[in-house]
T-cell receptor
Framework: DAKTTQPPSMDCAEGRAANLPCNHS???????VYWYRQIHSQGPQYIIH???NNETNEMASLIITEDRKSSTLILPHATLRDTAVYYC??????????FGGGTRLMVKP | NAGVTQTPKFQVLKTGQSMTLQCAQD?????MYWYRQDPGMGLRLIYY???????DKGEVPNGYNVSRLNKREFSLRLESAAPSQTSVYFC??????????FGQGTRLTVV
């Protein structure tokens, strides 16, 4: 797995976009970028993944830089229920998933 | 569709006791994982099973054994529990290691 670096914590105002950065400067060409989140003490929840192109689903958007060395997860209109720890993982499909420290996002009213 | 089911949800053990944490998935996934999460920390991989009958060690396998007896079930055994194994244990499954589904966790306290 490529090493990922995320800020330990971030704040966001409710209703605003939350932009969570992730550095993965050693990512290889066939490694995907995955995002998961963990709300309170529940099991982690898959959010989105991408290889080269930007991706969007009902939960979030994933923007990957052209050189693939970093990415940003965007929650377009953050709600209080989006308060969670967000994990960025860079990994080959088919390999075991390993989690780093993540970013603790606090959405404030 | 139950997804990933872990039993028990809570357990208290005395030091030296043994127990097995059970995990079952109904999504016909090939890969299954066991993680532990200590308070305020991220998840650490204990063991991984890519398919029925195969297992591999993760980051923190010492003190644990696993069994993947069939495609649905992946169990984690503590042979002689220690206070350092107090943690929340999560089981996960995935078809292709892209989208993993997690259980709700087993909260284990070893006294």
């Amino acid at each position: 797995d490529a090493k990922t670096t995320q800020p330990p914590s971030m704040d966001c105002a409710e209703g605003r976009a939350a932009n969570l950065p992730c550095n993965h400067s050693t990512i290889s060409g066939n490694e995907y970028v995955y995002w998961y989140r963990q709300i309170h003490s529940q099991g982690p929840q898959y959010i989105i993944h991408g290889l080269k192109n930007n991706e969007t689903n009902e939960m979030a958007s994933l923007i990957i830089t052209e050189d693939r060395k970093s990415s940003t997860l965007i929650l377009p209109h953050a709600t209080l229920r989006d308060t969670a720890v967000y994990y960025c993982i860079a990994n080959n499909a088919g390999n075991m998933l390993t989690f780093g420290g993540g970013t603790r996002l606090m959405v404030k009213p | 569709n139950a997804g990933v089911t872990q039993t028990p949800k809570f357990q208290v053990l005395k030091t030296g006791q043994s127990m097995t944490l059970q995990c079952a998935q109904d999504m016909n996934h090939n890969s299954m994982y066991w993680y532990r999460q200590d308070p305020g920390m991220g998840l650490r991989l204990i063991y991984y099973s890519a398919s029925e009958g195969t297992t591999d060690k993760g980051e923190v396998p010492n003190g644990y054994n696993v069994s993947r007896l069939n495609k649905r079930e992946f169990s984690l055994r503590l042979e002689s529990a220690a206070p350092s194994q107090t943690s929340v244990y999560f089981c996960a499954s995935t078809r292709d290691s892209i989208q993993a589904f997690f259980g709700q966790g087993t909260r284990l306290t070893v006294v």
